[in-house]
């Protein structure tokens, strides 16, 4: 069993900027941000691999968030930047053991989730 614990959520002004960190209690294959907005499905946000070397984005945030991973802290980061109302939703960090260049987005692929952070953006 894998725990995660985000931190970082928060209150923004549009066009600014939040990082979101995620610390796990052990190493996964693959790990990534969801984020749910009320009323909406969860969707995939990112994604990076073990290594570091693959790294996945949803097209509405490419440009403006970066992930990362810290595997000396077992720590996953979201740096977003450029912030829009749009991205008002709570996040949530998620692991999994396994996955393809195919299902990094699926839901599915990730066994493990945290909390959740709220993050609001405002107009």
């Known amino acids: 069993q894998v725990q995660l614990a985000e931190s970082g959520g928060g209150l923004v002004q549009a066009g600014g900027s939040l990082r979101l960190s995620c610390v796990a209690s052990a190493r996964t294959a693959i790990m990534g941000w969801f984020r749910q907005a009320p009323g909406k499905e969860r969707e995939f946000v990112a994604a990076i691999t073990w290594s570091g070397a693959s790294t996945y984005y949803a097209d509405f945030v490419k440009g403006r968030f970066t992930i990362s991973r810290d595997n000396a802290k077992n720590t996953l980061n979201l740096q977003m930047n450029s912030l829009k109302p749009e991205d008002t939703a709570v996040y949530y960090c998620?692991?999994?053991?396994?996955?393809?260049?195919?299902?990094?987005?699926?839901?599915?692929?990730?066994?493990?989730w945290g909390q959740g952070t709220q993050v609001t953006v405002s107009s």
């Open positions: 998620a692991a999994g053991q396994s996955y393809s260049t195919s299902s990094y987005a699926n839901r599915r692929t990730y066994v493990y």
